[in-house]
């Protein structure tokens, strides 16, 4: 079930799906945010800039887009619920 908000402090690192979704790696646990509106933003090329007041990202909050070589703004991404895909335990992680 898709949830509203995920604690960044157990985000470990994110990847832009370039026009589609940012995932959010969370260990054993990967979010998949597919926004609202403003995903046609979304480029493997840029950095995302993300201010929020608190610990956790939720579906009200925004994502600046910045591209790496020019440092000049791409767009705003408007994130959506953030849907959840747990890990399967591999031999080698048991």
């Not at 979304?42 to 440092?71: A, E, H, K, Y």
Request: neutral net charge.
């Amino acid at each position: 079930q898709p949830v509203s908000c995920i604690d960044l402090h157990r985000v470990h690192s994110s990847r832009i799906i370039t026009n589609t979704a940012i995932l959010y790696d969370a260990g054993s646990v990967i979010y998949v945010n597919r926004p609202a509106n403003g995903a046609d933003s979304l480029t493997q090329w840029d950095t995302m800039v993300t201010r929020t007041p608190s610990t956790q990202l939720c579906n009200v909050d925004t994502v600046t887009m910045i591209d790496r070589g020019s440092q000049s703004f791409t767009g705003v991404v408007f994130l959506g619920d953030f849907v959840p895909y747990r890990r399967v335990p591999t031999a080698a992680s048991q």
